[in-house]
């Protein structure tokens, strides 16, 4: 395979945190039932000193799914992260940040469960991959605001 050089990603973390972590293990001995995955997004741009930065915070809700045996793990998570984007970047920066910043953080907010999950009852628990990606309107209409936070449930985890 040819090696091949790595370009520089147009988005710089600046930070990431995590704001709570609350994730309760289902002790019941019969067989564990899926779970759903809501995942919101509230996303800002702020204006300081060093010039531009994006703001972005997941949180990310693990639930149990009505008249289904419950998950092995219900609870919730609140991520946030500080981005900024390279001032040559062509593209839409908004839009970069809904769709790679989220990737990252919803990355590490997996890594962070996998650990605190790894010796409990119900073993390690992997957040399943999802995808960010939102297909570009083709016609934007002229008196649609453009909306910041995104929520998306996925039945995967279980």
């Not at 972590?21 to 759903?36: F, L, Q």
């Not at 997941?58 to 009505?66: D, F």
Request: aromatic letters at 6%; hydrophobic letters at 35%; proline letters at 8%.
């Amino acid at each position: 395979m040819p090696n091949t050089p790595l370009k520089p990603s147009p988005l710089q973390i600046l930070s990431s945190e995590f704001i709570e972590i609350s994730i309760k293990s289902c002790e019941a001995t019969e067989d564990h039932g899926p779970g759903s995955i809501d995942v919101e997004r509230d996303i800002h741009l702020h204006h300081g000193e060093d010039g531009e930065a994006w703001g972005i915070m997941l949180a990310i809700k693990l639930e149990a799914i009505e008249d289904q045996p419950p998950p092995p793990y219900t609870g919730h998570v609140v991520i946030r992260g500080g981005f900024r984007v390279h001032e040559d970047y062509t593209g839409d920066p908004e839009r970069l940040i809904r769709i790679t910043a989220a990737s990252m953080l919803y990355g590490a907010t997996r890594e962070m469960l996998a650990s605190l999950t790894a010796r409990s009852v119900n073993g390690m628990m992997t957040l399943p991959s999802v995808s960010f990606f939102e297909d570009l309107p083709t016609q934007k209409p002229a008196t649609k605001k453009r909306s910041s936070s995104k929520s998306s449930k996925s039945k995967a985890l279980g």
